[in-house]
């Protein structure tokens, strides 16, 4: 027997899912002293610094979705446990960039294992990280995270 609702809406259902990955990230990144919100974060800079990239606050804020102020303060409390370095940009003064220490690397490092088997599990149903439903899954959800958040004007009714 299903756990959700008869006739859920699909926001309703994109909720539970979200609230339900993040409490799973939640309990498998904790023993390595990090939440969901600053793996995001940790395992976002480690993909940037691999693709050479040494992001500002507001561009890894853009590359995870969350407000730059969240980002800012997460950013503060990984550099005061050791795990990121927060310089201000030599090319823009007003700009801080951030960058993981070594231990942070090492921290990513195996978050990123821990999440990754997490999400085999999680996927599994729809025959795991490699298969063809996941990657139709992952698909859809990239189309409706395209969708722009502005609403768009209505037109009065019987405009073309």
Do not use: C
Request: charged share 25%.
């Amino acid at each position: 027997m299903s756990s959700v609702p008869e006739g859920a809406t699909p926001g309703f259902l994109v909720w539970r899912l979200s609230m339900k990955w993040r409490v799973a990230v939640d309990r498998a990144v904790a023993p390595l002293g990090l939440t969901h919100a600053q793996y995001s974060l940790v395992a976002s800079l480690y993909g940037m610094h691999r693709d050479g990239r040494r992001p500002s606050q507001r561009q890894l804020a853009d590359h995870t979705g969350l407000e730059a102020l969240y980002v800012s303060k997460l950013a503060r409390a990984l550099e005061t446990a050791g795990l990121v370095d927060r310089t201000r940009d030599p090319v823009d003064p007003r700009a801080i960039q951030l960058s993981l220490t070594e231990e942070g690397r090492e921290v990513a490092r195996r978050s990123i294992r821990v999440v990754q088997g997490l999400l085999d599990q999680l996927l599994e149903p729809l025959g795991g990280l490699d298969g063809e439903r996941t990657k139709a899954f992952n698909q859809e959800l990239a189309t409706l995270l395209d969708v722009p958040l502005d609403p768009q004007p209505t037109r009065p009714s019987g405009a073309v």
